[in-house]
């Protein structure tokens, strides 16, 4: 089916670990999104991609590294994870910015101990 | 700038009862708005979407709301709950550029 979906769904790892959210969809929508949703601030804006190799910082890029190589992937990187960055991820994608729709993945649950 | 708020963070109703569930935005222009919906450990769906065609805009199982410029706000209603509406519910306004600008949530409770 088409869609987006994320991997993996639920991660635990160690502070100062490099960990890779992964992101795919099959719609060739031209933005993608990567979200954090946290209790008390709603969901922030990471960072995001108008198209292949254009990548731009949101509202919380400190600490992460995005990639886009390929229209339908944007894998999210935590360089060295910190215990505030334990958070639920969301990727989200649009054919157009703005006036259009974001549909988003079922989220990743990253624990960093 | 713009921003989005949602006036209740909970609200509870019995099955069969109506549902409103009120959002205000500021915006410097026109906005689209949106409604979404999260049930647990799931990502947020679209309800329904304003875009500046019709003010009352029909969603996704049942909901509708209605788009009020001169009162700023974009209230989410629907005529009877159902106990698999109970989730929580956002709504986010959406201006020139990339960005989406989202509301704090309602987490909508329905009582058998």
């Known amino acids: 089916d088409a869609g987006i979906t994320q991997s993996p769904r639920y991660k635990i790892t160690e502070t100062g670990r490099q960990v890779t959210l992964m992101c795919h969809q099959t719609w060739s929508h031209s933005y993608m999104f990567w979200y954090r949703q946290d209790l008390g601030h709603g969901l922030r804006l990471i960072y995001y991609?108008?198209?292949?190799?254009?990548?731009d910082k949101g509202e919380v890029p400190d600490g992460y590294v995005v990639s886009r190589s390929k229209t339908e992937n944007f894998p999210l990187t935590l360089e060295s994870a910190t215990r505030s960055q334990t958070s639920v991820y969301f990727c989200?994608?649009?054919?157009?910015?703005?006036?259009?729709?974001?549909?988003f993945g079922d989220g990743t649950r990253l624990s960093i101990l | 700038a713009q921003s989005v708020t949602q006036l209740d963070s909970h609200v509870s109703v019995s099955e069969g009862t109506p549902v409103l569930l009120r959002c205000n935005y500021s915006s410097s222009y026109s906005p689209s708005l949106f409604w979404y919906v999260q049930h647990p450990n799931k990502g947020l769906q679209l309800l329904l979407k304003y875009t500046s065609a019709a003010t009352l805009v029909k969603g996704i199982n049942g909901f509708e709301a209605e788009f009020k410029k001169s009162e700023t706000s974009f209230h989410l209603t629907k005529p009877s709950a159902h106990m698999s509406d109970a989730a929580e519910y956002f709504c986010?306004?959406?201006?020139?550029?990339?960005?989406?600008?989202f509301g704090g949530g309602t987490r909508l409770m329905v009582k058998p």
């Open positions: 986010v306004v959406s201006q020139a550029g990339n960005m989406l600008t």
């Open positions: 991609s108008a198209a292949a190799d254009i990548t």
């Open positions: 989200a994608s649009s054919e157009l910015a703005g006036k259009q729709p974001q549909h």
